[in-house]
């Protein structure tokens, strides 16, 4: 079981994810206290939150976290996205959390259990390691935490210039210590 433990904001509570083998269904329980009617949407994005003594206003940045995690490039532009809730999880990006399973809008606390088959905890899809945001309602990330791994995760991003005839790119690699 891995599990994001929020506190953050005001907002306390935890997501938790059990899939026993790849083979089956994740189990995604959530736990949030304090929301105050003031998010809405909650996804899974690229990387988990960096190594800091305490949370800043900045942590949750696309700097830090990166977007939506969409392995399978969705077409998130399409005028058909999102699909209606009842679709098929493979139509959303699979960290697309709220469009799956609701948004957490208008509620104060949350608790709530789904099932979904397009939330890997195994292999190079895998969530694990990368990091929740909850959105408020206007889309702007206001709280955040790390999907876990039982040891130390390090990541490691590289920006290259460009420059005429010159090739640019940005890498980045997360390494797992279990040490």
């Known amino acids: 079981m891995f599990s994001a433990v929020v506190n953050m904001q005001g907002i306390k509570g935890y997501f938790s994810f059990h899939q026993p083998s790849p083979f089956d269904l994740t189990t995604i329980t959530v736990n949030l206290t304090n929301l105050d009617r003031r998010v809405g949407p909650y996804h899974v994005h690229q990387f988990p939150l960096p190594q800091m003594r305490s ?4 942590s949750c940045s696309n700097n830090n976290l990166g977007g939506h995690w969409n392995p399978f ?19 959303f990006e699979v960290g697309d959390l709220s469009a799956r399973h609701g948004s957490l809008e208008n509620t104060n606390n949350f608790q709530a259990t789904f099932m979904d088959w397009n939330l890997p905890l195994f292999g190079r ?10 959105h408020m309602p206007n889309s702007t990330r206001f709280a955040c935490a790390s999907i876990s791994y039982p040891g130390e995760v390090t990541v490691a991003k590289a920006q290259l210039s460009c420059g005429l005839g010159v090739a640019c790119g940005r890498t980045i690699h997360m390494v797992y210590s279990d040490e």
Do not use: E, F, K, M
């Open 73 to 91: 490039n969705v077409n998130t532009q399409a005028p058909a996205y999102p699909p209606p809730r009842g679709s098929t999880h493979d139509l």
């Open 55 to 58: 949370p800043s206003d900045s």
């Open 125 to 134: 899809n895998s969530i694990v390691g990368r990091s929740v945001v909850i």
